[in-house]
């Protein structure tokens, strides 16, 4: 079955501890990208990776870091997380990009809470 | 720079009325447009999407859009809603095919009551 799959699907934490949130998908795709949701606003996008070992920010890159070490994955990185960081957090991939017939395949969300 | 609006967090309406949800982008170039659907604690799927083909554009579960260029706007409608319906809804525009930069609106609660 096509998916993407992130863990861990629930987390709370405390400041400054270090947490990596995993995103894998299954479909080949060589697009992904990463978004906070937060009510009120919406989705927005922290970074995305056009390919493997390329990633640009977003629109809410600040705290946050990624890599693209194999096409499969890419991980959500905080190392100093901090409470303004809790949020859901969605990961999603397509084929190559985000044009028209590049509809994004989205995860269940991860809901990071920091105490 | 690309960004989308979305007019009211909230709406409600009874079973079997329409469904009209607002969504104005701005954007420098013809832009793509998507329409995403979340139910309860899942993730995003696809409602539908505006490829320059047509400016009505049919998507699942009974949902269209309509691209107006003049008013830059993309709003979605459903004829008669359903009580499965109720989700929030995403519209969401990109500039570009190999750019990467998505932009979503900040999202339309429906309610659907009986």
Known sequence: ?115 | AQSVTQLGSHVSVSEGALVLLRCNYSSSVPPYLFWYVQYPNQGLQLLLKYTSAATLVKGINGFEAEFKKSETSFHLTKPSAHMSDAAEYFCAVSESDSWGKLQFGAGTQVVVTP
């Open chain 1, 1 to 115: 079955e096509a998916q993407v799959t992130q863990n861990p699907r629930y987390l709370i934490t405390v400041t400054g501890k270090k947490l990596t949130v995993t995103c894998s998908q299954n479909m080949n795709h060589e697009y992904m990208s990463w978004y906070r949701q937060d009510p009120g606003l919406g989705l927005r996008q922290i970074y995305y990776s056009m390919n493997v070992e390329v990633t640009d920010k977003g629109d809410v890159p600040e705290g946050y870091k990624v890599s693209r070490k194999e096409k499969r994955n890419f991980p959500l990185i905080l190392e100093s997380p901090s409470p303004n960081q809790t949020s859901l957090y969605f990961c999603a991939s397509s084929l190559s990009g985000t044009g028209a017939n590049q509809p994004q395949h989205f995860g269940d969300g991860t809901r990071l809470s920091i105490l």
